[in-house]
């Protein structure tokens, strides 16, 4: 069996994401695809995202974060795509950066 390093997904969220329960539906996301990492809210009022793991599921937690709650409205996401570190041992929501 071939064992696959883990990636690292770093992503910028616009739109209405603040307030709508965005934060808690990423987090639920990462968790059910077993990733970790966190995500927290900016003081420009997007979202940050920073999550670890396989690159199947960072990719669909990519795509829930382009679809986003219900209540919410996603307009841009910027991301990018890094080694993972696995310094990370859960998926957390961080404090207002």
């Known amino acids: 069996m071939i064992e696959r390093k883990p990636a690292r997904l770093h992503a910028l969220v616009t739109g209405r994401v603040q307030g709508v329960g965005f934060r808690y539906f990423v987090q639920a996301n990462a968790s059910q695809l077993n990733l970790t990492g966190w995500v927290r ?57």
């Open 41 to 97: 809210n900016r003081w420009n009022g997007g979202v940050e995202v920073l999550a670890e793991g396989a690159q199947p599921e960072l990719e669909k937690l990519l795509q829930a974060i382009g679809r986003g709650p219900r209540a919410g409205t996603t307009r841009d996401v910027q991301f990018e795509w890094h080694p993972g570190s696995g310094e990370f041992s859960g998926f957390n929501i961080r404090r207002t950066a």
